[in-house]
């Protein structure tokens, strides 16, 4: 951490590294996807994705066409899907950098076909989820159409489980009866579609039997598990740490913060650290945060602010001093999964949290 840095992820590289030969390993001679929308949940796409590329990836998902292009010009090679996109963008400078484009809706398709540009491309089909997908009702006339088109070539069909974190829900079975119908229909209506997939992190660790042509990951390779009791022995790679501005004196009977929420009961110390609401440290974790000093957890007391939040340092016993690191999240603190379950979310949502002024910095082994 730098000393002019006050709030930076750290992101570990060998754990990235660790977690995706992991994967690959699991999932044999399927193909791994590996997905870093939202700029690798939070660590870093292009940075994230030369490690996966090195480490097991085959290919990459990302959500926007933007996230792709930006992908493609950070240096990877290796094949690239993007799945969300509107019908009326100019897909141009996608299409000439070989990025590949899911189709979630017949409108999509009849841009594609239209455009009488060469294209590959993959069918999102909704199985259940209610969300972006081809419904059943037109799958029939969108593989049709992708057939006669001679300027694109279809690579396979897709879905998104809705509760594969939940692996005993009968909504995991019903989807993949939907894609394994999806498939049948594709093929007999004269798609090749070799590649073709359903799992997520959850859906890629607890159902083998869904794995299909690829599975399709991202949680897991960033070291986090999407369920309480399984975890293949996953690396987290990110810790969101500030250093601390002001360590101070308060007396029993004195409140800090806004609204003066918290008050002291007994004599004790303060410390104040750099992250608010404009970084991503959310209102309502107010009373549900411990940050990890010196490898002790301590409370957050009082209202969240814009730029900053105060820690209770009780009576100082281990002498915390200004210029100490203290971490929200990561090694030395809390993990992601540990402060989702205390403040009432999920891990996915703590590791995309840190942003405002948060500076990111790398670590590990590996030089890129």
């Not at 690798?40 to 996230?67: K, S």
């Not at 159409?145 to 001679?150: F, I, R, S, V």
């Not at 969240?304 to 200004?322: H, K, R, Y």
């Amino acid at each position: 951490m730098s000393a002019m840095d006050l709030l930076t992820t750290r992101i570990d590289l060998d754990a990235i590294a660790h977690n995706t030969r992991l994967l690959k390993d699991l999932v044999g001679d399927v193909r791994l996807m590996a997905v870093v929308k939202a700029d690798g949940y939070g660590h870093g796409a292009g940075r994230v994705a030369q490690v996966m590329a090195e480490n097991g990836a085959d290919c990459f998902g990302v959500a926007t066409l933007q996230e792709a292009v930006d992908l493609r010009n950070e240096g990877i090679a290796k094949p690239i899907l993007a799945w969300i996109w509107s019908p009326e963008q100019d897909v141009t400078e996608a299409l000439s950098l070989n990025i590949q484009l899911g189709i979630p809706s017949v409108e999509h398709a009849e841009a594609l076909v239209d455009a009488a540009v060469p294209a590959r491309v993959s069918v999102k089909v909704d199985t259940g989820l209610h969300r972006s997908g081809v419904d059943e009702a037109d799958w029939a006339r969108v593989f049709t159409m992708l057939h006669e088109a001679e300027h694109l070539t279809v690579t396979g069909v897709f879905s998104h489980l809705a509760c594969a974190d939940e692996p005993d829900n009968p909504t995991n079975d019903e989807q993949a009866a939907g894609l394994d119908r999806a498939i049948a229909l594709a093929r007999s209506l004269g798609l090749d579609i070799p590649v073709n997939h359903l799992c997520n992190s959850p859906g890629t660790l607890t159902r083998p039997d869904l794995h299909h042509e690829q599975v399709r990951v991202g949680l897991a390779l960033y070291g986090l598990s999407p369920l309480p009791d399984v975890d293949p022995g996953l690396r987290p790679a990110m810790s969101w740490i500030g250093r601390i501005t002001v360590v101070k004196p308060i007396d029993p009977g004195e409140s800090t913060s806004y609204s003066h929420t918290w008050t002291a009961e007994e004599p004790g110390w303060l410390a104040v650290v750099p992250a608010g609401y404009a970084d991503g440290v959310p209102r309502s974790w107010q009373g549900n945060l411990q940050v990890g000093i010196g490898g002790k957890l301590y409370p957050q007391v009082g209202r969240v602010c814009m730029d900053q939040i105060v820690i209770s340092l009780g009576a100082n016993e281990f002498d915390v001093q200004p210029g100490d690191e203290a971490v929200l999240f990561g090694e030395g603190g809390l993990d992601a999964t540990a402060l989702a379950d205390a403040t009432g979310t999920i891990n996915y949502e703590i590791i995309c949290r840190p942003t405002g002024r948060t500076v990111r910095e790398y670590e590990g082994v590996i030089d890129l």
